[in-house]
């Protein structure tokens, strides 16, 4: 604490000091997580292994807890700030991906999916999530993958000659019995032997999966319009999306990393750097839109009702 470390006399006392009280916490720590853990392998030993136990065991972990998940955070107003600072951030970067992607699934699925369902779906799915709970692991966004996927399922159908929404549908009912079935059986227990490098390679698959979208799209422009020698050509507009790219990327680092630099204090930096993504985006749509205005960069449309259809399981034999 910082009473313990102010009653040091010299830097070496100060720094054995520093080390006993990091190593107090690390211990107090570890001794939560150990308890809580035996705690968890009691109730386990307590049910023995049946079906749907380790759901069951599940529920009674998380039902004491399940209103303070919700709550905790709005006590005080650093927990508010950064409620609000997380609401921002998740807007800008669940909803640009959102549009991005949704204009590939009209593309790949020829309108049958818009940009529209991809985010009335992710908002569902999100909010679902909250409700209900799930494991750190789970990416609840729309990805490559699900997009390549989408697309297979769009080619078998109608190279089969049968309806996408059903056959999209009955997709992801096989998928969520798998899911089910592994709660019911326990297989999500074989998450405790996954480490932090776990989730990291997924964050990486993500980021770079991202990352290489943004090239192709950069690539795609300058490919298409930057050339001299047709009508077509527009290499004003390759080089504003090489810069609007770049000004995000570099501006959005530069605020995040605010949080490391020696002005005000430690909340504030923290404040900024939580907003470091949607001041980014801002601030370069503002650029693209009004101090490049003369440079045609094209609108994003979207003129197709939004419309909930019913899956026709006749549609798609066995």
Not at 229 to 242: F, G, Q, R
Request: glycine letters at 6%; hydrophobic letters at 45%.
């Amino acid at each position: 604490s910082s009473t313990t470390t102010q009653r040091a006399t010299n830097p070496k006392e100060f720094a054995h000091i520093f080390g006993l009280e990091v190593h107090r916490i690390y211990t107090e720590q570890r001794a939560g997580e150990e308890k809580a853990l035996d705690a968890d392998q009691e109730l386990g030993e307590n049910g023995g292994w049946c079906f749907g136990n380790d759901l069951i065991n599940d529920i009674k972990r998380r039902a004491p807890h399940y209103l303070s998940d919700f709550t905790e955070g709005m006590k005080t107003c650093a927990g508010i700030q950064k409620i609000i600072s997380t609401i921002f951030f998740l807007f800008f970067s669940l909803m640009m991906p959102c549009i991005a992607f949704g204009v590939l699934f009209s593309s790949i699925t020829h309108g049958i999916i818009d940009v529209r369902k991809v985010i009335l779906s992710q908002a569902l799915a999100g909010l679902l999530f909250s409700i209900f709970g799930g494991q750190h692991l789970l990416i609840i966004r729309t990805t490559i993958p699900i997009t390549i996927f989408t697309k297979v399922i769009y080619s078998i159908s109608d190279a089969q000659e049968m309806d996408f929404h059903t056959f999209y549908a009955m997709s992801g009912l096989w998928s969520s019995i798998f899911l089910v079935l592994s709660s019911l059986t326990g297989v999500s227990n074989l998450m405790k032997y996954c480490s932090r490098s776990t989730e990291e390679i997924f964050a990486l698959f993500i980021s770079i999966a991202f990352s290489v979208d943004a090239i192709k799209f950069v690539a795609h422009e300058f490919d298409d319009h930057f050339c001299f020698d047709s009508a077509e050509c527009n290499v004003a507009k390759a080089l504003l999306s090489l810069i609007l790219l770049m000004g995000t990327v570099l501006i959005g680092c530069e605020i995040y990393n605010f949080r490391y630099s020696p002005y005000l204090t430690h909340s504030k930096r923290s404040l900024v750097a939580d907003y470091a993504l949607p001041v980014a985006v801002l601030l370069m749509a503002l650029a693209g839109s009004w101090l490049f205005r003369k440079v045609e960069m094209g609108t994003f449309k979207d003129d197709n009702p939004t419309n909930f259809v019913f899956v026709e399981w006749g549609k798609v034999s066995a």
